[in-house]
Protein backbone atom coordinates (compact mmCIF):
# COMPACT_ATOMS: atom_id res chain seq x y z
CA UNK A 1 0.00 0.00 0.00
CA UNK A 2 1.54 3.10 -1.06
CA UNK A 3 1.32 6.52 1.14
CA UNK A 4 1.44 9.88 -0.91
CA UNK A 5 1.95 12.43 0.79
CA UNK A 6 1.92 16.56 0.18
CA UNK A 7 4.62 18.81 1.99
CA UNK A 8 3.94 21.78 4.20
CA UNK A 9 5.62 25.39 3.96
CA UNK A 10 8.84 25.70 4.29
CA UNK A 11 9.63 22.99 2.10
CA UNK A 12 9.54 25.61 -1.19
CA UNK A 13 13.50 26.72 -2.93
CA UNK A 14 14.02 28.94 -5.69
CA UNK A 15 13.31 27.44 -9.17
CA UNK A 16 12.08 24.27 -7.74
CA UNK A 17 8.93 23.87 -10.08
CA UNK A 18 11.07 24.65 -13.32
CA UNK A 19 12.23 21.18 -14.18
CA UNK A 20 8.19 20.15 -14.10
CA UNK A 21 6.89 22.98 -16.54
CA UNK A 22 8.93 20.29 -19.54
CA UNK A 23 6.30 17.94 -19.11
CA UNK A 24 3.80 19.05 -21.39
CA UNK A 25 0.67 20.50 -20.13
CA UNK A 26 1.94 21.54 -16.97
CA UNK A 27 2.65 24.83 -17.64
CA UNK A 28 -1.13 25.43 -18.91
CA UNK A 29 -2.54 23.88 -15.51
CA UNK A 30 -0.20 26.50 -13.51
CA UNK A 31 -1.75 29.27 -16.08
CA UNK A 32 -5.12 28.14 -14.84
CA UNK A 33 -4.58 28.08 -11.44
CA UNK A 34 -2.46 31.03 -11.33
CA UNK A 35 -5.86 32.32 -12.30
CA UNK A 36 -7.77 30.77 -9.93
CA UNK A 37 -5.17 31.97 -7.03
CA UNK A 38 -4.52 35.20 -8.61
CA UNK A 39 -0.80 34.95 -8.35
CA UNK A 40 1.91 34.11 -11.26
CA UNK A 41 2.55 30.68 -9.83
CA UNK A 42 5.20 29.75 -12.90
CA UNK A 43 7.50 32.99 -12.35
CA UNK A 44 7.15 32.23 -8.61
CA UNK A 45 8.11 28.54 -8.91
CA UNK A 46 11.11 29.28 -11.11
CA UNK A 47 12.52 32.71 -10.97
CA UNK A 48 11.15 33.94 -7.87
CA UNK A 49 13.83 34.40 -4.74
CA UNK A 50 13.80 32.91 -1.95
CA UNK A 51 11.99 36.06 0.20
CA UNK A 52 9.30 36.16 -2.19
CA UNK A 53 8.23 32.65 -1.56
CA UNK A 54 8.87 32.56 1.71
CA UNK A 55 5.71 34.88 2.07
CA UNK A 56 3.03 32.97 3.52
CA UNK A 57 0.39 34.56 1.13
CA UNK A 58 2.66 33.19 -2.28
CA UNK A 59 4.12 29.98 -0.63
CA UNK A 60 1.23 27.94 0.05
CA UNK A 61 -0.76 28.44 -2.61
CA UNK A 62 2.47 27.68 -4.48
CA UNK A 63 3.02 24.47 -2.72
CA UNK A 64 -0.49 22.86 -3.11
CA UNK A 65 -0.26 23.54 -7.06
CA UNK A 66 2.31 22.33 -7.09
CA UNK A 67 1.78 18.70 -5.32
CA UNK A 68 -1.66 18.72 -7.76
CA UNK A 69 0.42 19.25 -10.54
CA UNK A 70 2.60 16.50 -10.08
CA UNK A 71 0.44 14.39 -8.62
CA UNK A 72 -1.75 14.70 -11.87
CA UNK A 73 0.99 14.36 -14.19
CA UNK A 74 2.17 10.73 -12.09
CA UNK A 75 -1.07 9.21 -11.70
CA UNK A 76 -3.01 10.60 -15.00
CA UNK A 77 -2.77 7.72 -16.88
CA UNK A 78 -2.95 5.62 -14.09
CA UNK A 79 -6.19 2.96 -12.93
CA UNK A 80 -6.86 3.75 -9.36
CA UNK A 81 -5.57 5.88 -6.29
CA UNK A 82 -2.90 5.25 -3.91
CA UNK A 83 -4.11 3.82 -0.77
CA UNK A 84 -3.52 6.55 1.74
CA UNK A 85 -3.16 10.41 1.02
CA UNK A 86 -2.17 13.11 3.70
CA UNK A 87 -0.73 16.28 3.97
CA UNK A 88 1.61 18.21 6.25
CA UNK A 89 -0.09 21.40 7.35
CA UNK A 90 -0.81 23.00 4.04
CA UNK A 91 -0.30 19.80 2.31
CA UNK A 92 -3.96 18.71 3.62
CA UNK A 93 -5.14 20.97 1.18
CA UNK A 94 -3.57 19.42 -1.41
CA UNK A 95 -4.09 16.03 -0.15
CA UNK A 96 -7.96 16.62 0.38
CA UNK A 97 -7.99 17.47 -3.60
CA UNK A 98 -6.21 14.23 -4.16
CA UNK A 99 -8.30 12.16 -1.99
CA UNK A 100 -11.52 13.71 -3.56
CA UNK A 101 -13.30 15.88 -1.10
CA UNK A 102 -11.97 18.87 -2.83
CA UNK A 103 -11.76 19.67 -6.89
CA UNK A 104 -8.64 21.25 -7.56
CA UNK A 105 -9.61 24.25 -7.82
CA UNK A 106 -11.44 24.82 -4.48
CA UNK A 107 -8.23 23.43 -2.66
CA UNK A 108 -6.71 26.72 -4.57
CA UNK A 109 -9.33 29.14 -3.59
CA UNK A 110 -9.39 27.74 0.25
CA UNK A 111 -5.22 27.70 -0.11
CA UNK A 112 -5.26 31.38 -1.47
CA UNK A 113 -8.00 32.71 1.16
CA UNK A 114 -5.99 30.37 4.05
CA UNK A 115 -2.79 32.12 2.96
CA UNK A 116 -3.78 35.88 2.99
CA UNK A 117 -5.22 35.32 6.04
CA UNK A 118 -2.23 33.38 7.89
CA UNK A 119 -0.75 36.20 6.25
CA UNK A 120 -2.51 39.01 7.98
CA UNK A 121 -2.71 37.60 11.28
CA UNK A 122 1.54 36.61 11.27
CA UNK A 123 1.83 40.88 10.41
CA UNK A 124 0.05 41.40 13.76
CA UNK A 125 3.00 40.65 15.63
CA UNK A 126 6.75 39.35 14.89
CA UNK A 127 6.36 35.68 15.03
CA UNK A 128 8.59 32.68 13.77
CA UNK A 129 9.00 29.14 14.12
CA UNK A 130 11.96 26.98 14.96
CA UNK A 131 12.75 23.33 14.54
CA UNK A 132 14.40 21.85 17.39
CA UNK A 133 15.96 18.44 16.58
CA UNK A 134 17.06 15.84 19.32
CA UNK A 135 17.09 16.22 23.31
CA UNK A 136 15.51 14.39 25.70
CA UNK A 137 12.08 15.14 24.23
CA UNK A 138 10.58 15.67 28.06
CA UNK A 139 13.35 18.46 28.68
CA UNK A 140 12.96 19.88 25.42
CA UNK A 141 9.43 20.12 26.21
CA UNK A 142 9.76 21.93 29.32
CA UNK A 143 12.27 24.26 27.67
CA UNK A 144 9.58 25.38 25.18
CA UNK A 145 7.17 26.39 27.92
CA UNK A 146 9.84 28.03 30.16
CA UNK A 147 10.32 30.57 26.78
CA UNK A 148 6.44 31.02 26.70
CA UNK A 149 6.56 29.46 22.97
CA UNK A 150 4.33 26.59 21.83
CA UNK A 151 4.67 23.61 20.50
CA UNK A 152 3.49 24.18 16.83
CA UNK A 153 4.46 20.47 15.32
CA UNK A 154 5.19 17.19 16.38
CA UNK A 155 6.81 15.74 13.76
CA UNK A 156 8.09 12.51 15.01
CA UNK A 157 11.49 11.10 14.45
CA UNK A 158 12.84 13.45 16.79
CA UNK A 159 11.34 17.02 16.15
CA UNK A 160 9.35 19.09 17.32
CA UNK A 161 9.00 22.73 16.59
CA UNK A 162 8.42 25.77 18.80
CA UNK A 163 7.15 28.72 17.40
CA UNK A 164 5.97 31.77 19.33
CA UNK A 165 7.43 35.90 19.19
CA UNK A 166 10.73 36.70 17.10
CA UNK A 167 11.65 38.02 20.91
CA UNK A 168 11.18 34.34 22.58
CA UNK A 169 12.74 32.40 19.89
CA UNK A 170 15.80 34.75 19.93
CA UNK A 171 15.96 33.77 23.69
CA UNK A 172 15.14 30.06 23.22
CA UNK A 173 18.26 30.10 21.26
CA UNK A 174 20.71 31.56 23.42
CA UNK A 175 19.35 29.00 26.16
CA UNK A 176 18.31 25.70 23.99
CA UNK A 177 18.16 22.49 25.22
CA UNK A 178 20.67 19.78 26.45
CA UNK A 179 21.57 18.25 23.27
CA UNK A 180 19.31 19.21 21.14
CA UNK A 181 20.02 21.64 17.52
CA UNK A 182 17.43 24.27 16.70
CA UNK A 183 17.10 25.00 12.94
CA UNK A 184 15.24 28.79 12.37
CA UNK A 185 12.71 27.72 9.55
CA UNK A 186 11.62 29.16 6.76
CA UNK A 187 8.07 30.98 7.41
CA UNK A 188 6.87 34.24 8.00
CA UNK A 189 4.27 33.41 11.54
CA UNK A 190 3.57 30.99 14.26
CA UNK A 191 1.65 28.94 12.31
CA UNK A 192 -0.62 26.43 14.23
CA UNK A 193 -0.75 28.11 17.52
CA UNK A 194 -3.30 30.92 19.05
CA UNK A 195 -1.46 33.24 17.01
CA UNK A 196 -3.33 32.26 14.06
CA UNK A 197 -6.79 32.63 15.67
CA UNK A 198 -7.72 35.31 13.34
CA UNK A 199 -7.27 33.30 10.11
CA UNK A 200 -9.37 30.13 11.58
CA UNK A 201 -12.46 32.85 11.30
CA UNK A 202 -11.74 33.65 8.45
CA UNK A 203 -11.30 30.72 6.37
CA UNK A 204 -14.09 29.22 8.02
CA UNK A 205 -16.45 31.94 6.62
CA UNK A 206 -15.11 30.92 3.13
CA UNK A 207 -14.73 27.31 3.62
CA UNK A 208 -18.53 27.17 5.43
CA UNK A 209 -19.64 27.40 1.21
CA UNK A 210 -17.38 25.39 -0.25
CA UNK A 211 -18.20 22.09 -2.56
CA UNK A 212 -17.10 18.96 -0.93
CA UNK A 213 -17.59 15.51 -0.99
CA UNK A 214 -16.65 12.38 0.92
CA UNK A 215 -13.20 10.78 0.42
CA UNK A 216 -12.51 8.03 -2.61
CA UNK A 217 -9.31 6.59 -0.48
CA UNK A 218 -7.94 6.98 2.79
CA UNK A 219 -7.41 10.23 3.73
CA UNK A 220 -5.16 11.14 6.64
CA UNK A 221 -5.81 14.46 9.07
CA UNK A 222 -3.03 16.34 11.30
CA UNK A 223 -5.23 16.64 14.67
CA UNK A 224 -4.17 13.10 15.77
CA UNK A 225 -3.78 10.91 12.62
CA UNK A 226 -7.36 9.24 12.27
CA UNK A 227 -8.47 8.27 8.59
CA UNK A 228 -11.36 10.64 7.95
CA UNK A 229 -14.48 9.25 5.94
CA UNK A 230 -16.40 12.21 6.14
CA UNK A 231 -15.11 15.16 3.74
CA UNK A 232 -17.11 18.21 5.66
CA UNK A 233 -15.99 17.04 8.73
CA UNK A 234 -12.34 16.77 6.86
CA UNK A 235 -12.67 20.51 5.63
CA UNK A 236 -13.80 21.70 9.84
CA UNK A 237 -10.67 20.26 10.99
CA UNK A 238 -8.59 21.53 8.35
CA UNK A 239 -9.91 24.96 9.14
CA UNK A 240 -9.44 24.53 13.16
CA UNK A 241 -5.85 23.18 12.50
CA UNK A 242 -4.58 26.73 11.18
CA UNK A 243 -4.18 27.31 15.15
CA UNK A 244 -3.82 23.84 16.55
CA UNK A 245 -0.09 21.71 15.94
CA UNK A 246 0.62 19.36 13.51
CA UNK A 247 0.47 15.77 14.71
CA UNK A 248 2.82 14.62 11.92
CA UNK A 249 3.83 11.70 14.17
CA UNK A 250 0.35 10.66 14.49
CA UNK A 251 -0.10 10.29 10.80
CA UNK A 252 3.36 8.49 10.81
CA UNK A 253 1.67 5.92 13.20
CA UNK A 254 -1.74 5.31 11.35
CA UNK A 255 0.89 4.67 8.19
CA UNK A 256 2.49 1.93 10.20
CA UNK A 257 -0.87 0.51 11.98
CA UNK A 258 -2.19 0.45 7.99
CA UNK A 259 0.49 -1.74 6.77
CA UNK A 260 1.56 1.08 4.11
CA UNK A 261 4.83 0.13 2.42
CA UNK A 262 5.64 2.59 0.48
CA UNK A 263 5.99 6.83 0.62
CA UNK A 264 5.65 8.77 -2.74
CA UNK A 265 6.27 12.75 -1.25
CA UNK A 266 4.89 15.06 -4.20
CA UNK A 267 6.76 18.00 -4.81
CA UNK A 268 9.11 20.29 -3.62
CA UNK A 269 9.89 17.09 -2.05
CA UNK A 270 12.34 15.73 0.54
CA UNK A 271 11.05 16.57 4.13
CA UNK A 272 8.41 14.35 4.75
CA UNK A 273 10.59 11.37 3.71
CA UNK A 274 13.41 12.15 5.45
CA UNK A 275 11.20 12.15 8.34
CA UNK A 276 10.06 8.73 7.23
CA UNK A 277 14.00 7.36 6.89
CA UNK A 278 13.95 7.01 10.83
CA UNK A 279 10.65 6.72 11.61
CA UNK A 280 9.70 3.97 9.31
CA UNK A 281 13.01 2.83 8.03
CA UNK A 282 11.19 -0.33 6.50
CA UNK A 283 8.88 1.65 4.48
CA UNK A 284 10.39 2.34 0.41
CA UNK A 285 10.65 6.40 -0.20
CA UNK A 286 10.77 8.29 -3.28
CA UNK A 287 10.91 11.82 -2.71
CA UNK A 288 9.62 13.54 -6.52
CA UNK A 289 12.14 16.46 -6.59
CA UNK A 290 12.47 16.28 -10.59
CA UNK A 291 10.52 14.79 -13.18
CA UNK A 292 13.36 11.90 -13.28
CA UNK A 293 11.77 10.62 -10.36
CA UNK A 294 8.69 9.74 -11.90
CA UNK A 295 9.85 6.51 -13.43
CA UNK A 296 10.78 4.67 -10.33
CA UNK A 297 7.00 6.18 -8.60
CA UNK A 298 5.56 4.62 -11.41
CA UNK A 299 7.44 1.18 -11.06
CA UNK A 300 6.38 1.29 -7.36
CA UNK A 301 2.44 2.41 -8.39
CA UNK A 302 2.73 -0.65 -11.03
CA UNK A 303 4.04 -2.94 -8.35
CA UNK A 304 0.97 -2.00 -5.72
CA UNK A 305 -1.55 -2.75 -8.03
CA UNK A 306 0.03 -5.80 -9.23
Known amino acids: MILL ?5 GAQTPGFLQPW ?9 LAWWSAVTGLDLVRYGTTADAEEIRDTAVAQPLLVAAALAAYEVLYGAEDGLPGV ?20 ETALVLVRERGRAMAEAAAVTETGMTAVLGGDPDEVLASIDKHGLTVANVNGAGQVVAA ?3 RALAEFADDPPAK ?5 LSVA ?3 HTEHMAPAVDALRRVASGAPVADPRTRLLQNRDGAVVEDGPGFVARLVEQ ?3 PVRWDACMATTRDLGVTAI ?15 ELPDVERIALKTPADLDKARELIKADAA
Not at 23 to 28: C, F, L, N, Q, S
Not at 86 to 97: F, I, K, P, R
Open 242 to 244: VSA
Open 85 to 104: VAGHSVGELAAGAIAGVLSP
Open 189 to 191: GAF
Open 264 to 278: IELPPAGTLTGLARR
Open 164 to 166: GTV
Open 21 to 29: LEIPGVADR
Open 180 to 184: ARLRS
Open 5 to 9: ASPGQ
